[in-house]
């Protein structure tokens, strides 16, 4: 999954990689010369999120993320509330109803099918979207995370016991098409840390920003479906290979930085 960087995205993601989510503007404006953002675009985002109280000034030239707050459009799996992680699978599944939510509003039904996809639900259905139950949220949290995420708070959610026909649900996700991209993006990553390091220190930081960013979206959109339906083993190696990355990555940053006495 290719990453489309602008200016809002760099500045939160760079929040959110911090250790404490504070950044000073010296070093937004430092990562955006090296990856091509103009000052101005960063300032803009940066006065943008404050007024969206997204992000807040703890002293001058310093920003922090509000506790709390997170933008939707980017998101850090370290960081954001309710973080999918999965457990075993029982056989059962969960339904959410949308049918007396209306699809007049195009803006509306957009953000609610974005949240719903994004927590691993397909359209079984209209207006009927399912998932297997073996997320680590119970129900009363997975409604909240994905209200917060952009569902109406009207939606009604089930826990199901039994289904007519199981591998007919099953189709409903491309699982060659997931193990598809656990391999790529091991494949993609393994072989950046072959010919690491580049040639300068800026190089290794770009690159690995760019690469670790397209292997973290790939990791948020991955369903988390149970083991009976796909490789576990290739996704759990694909999970860490991704965080080897995004830890490798920071790492650089750090010492980007620091190379630029800010």
Known sequence: MTYKLNARHLVLDLL?????????IKRMLAAAELLDISDNGIRVAVAR?????IIQ???RGVYQLVEKKFDTSFISLNKQPYMQTATTWDGKYVLVYT?????????????REK???YYG????????????????????????????????PDARFFQVSQLEN????????NIPTLHQTYHAVQHDINEWFKNHPDPTLADAAKSAFYLGKSALFSLRADPLLPAEWIDADARHQFELTVRKIEKQGQFLWQQYFKDQGV
């Open 16 to 24: 959110y990689a911090s250790k404490d989510s504070t950044l000073s």
């Open 121 to 152: 639900f397909q359209e079984l259905e209209q207006n009927v979207f399912i998932r297997p139950d073996n997320l680590t949220l119970s129900l009363s949290i997975l409604k909240t995370a994905t209200i917060e995420f952009g569902l109406d």
């Open 57 to 59: 000034s703890v002293k």
């Open 166 to 173: 199981e591998t007919d649900v099953r189709s409903l996700w």
């Open 49 to 53: 999120l404050n007024q969206e109280n």
């Open 115 to 117: 949240a719903l996809r």
């Open 99 to 111: 049918g007396a939510l209306g699809r007049v509003d195009r803006t509306a039904l957009s953000k």
